[in-house]
């Protein structure tokens, strides 16, 4: 993706600056869980920045700052937003991991994992062939 995409796709982004093109997603419709990973090598996050500039129509394009999750060259994956976006996204990264490093985890991502967990054992016992797992459903 080009410079100039990149800005495109941040000031016509799907919702207000923010964008994901995602190699692989998970999605319920009572909310959005994104999830993606790669099956290669494990890398190290690419984050850069670009200034305001004109794009190709000469419309002005915002500063903005971009996410490749899986590496500076790899094209799976671009998140691009909003300066102040990134920087509450920053915010609240920083909070989230000093809690996790304390043993200290979010009420929400508790109950995802519950959830997630439920949902494994459900399929398991699908896969054996038992519709009736004596929880009413």
């Not at 000093?98 to 959830?115: I, L, P, S």
């Amino acid at each position: 993706m080009t410079a100039t995409e990149a800005g495109d796709s941040t000031k016509h982004g799907a919702r207000e600056g923010l964008s994901a093109s995602l190699r692989r997603e998970r999605c319920s419709f009572h909310s959005m869980l994104v999830s993606t990973f790669r099956i290669e090598d494990d890398r190290t996050p690419y984050v850069f920045s670009m200034p305001p500039h004109l794009d190709s129509e000469g419309d002005e394009v915002a500063a903005c700052v971009s996410v490749r999750p899986f590496g500076k060259d790899s094209r799976d994956a671009l998140i691009n937003m909003s300066v102040d976006e990134a920087e509450e996204l920053a915010r609240q990264l920083v909070a989230v991991v000093t809690d996790a490093r304390k043993g200290r985890f979010c009420e929400h991502g508790v109950q995802m994992a519950e959830d997630m967990r439920e949902q494994d054992l459900k399929e398991a016992w699908l896969v054996l062939g038992i519709e009736d797992l004596g929880d009413g459903e």
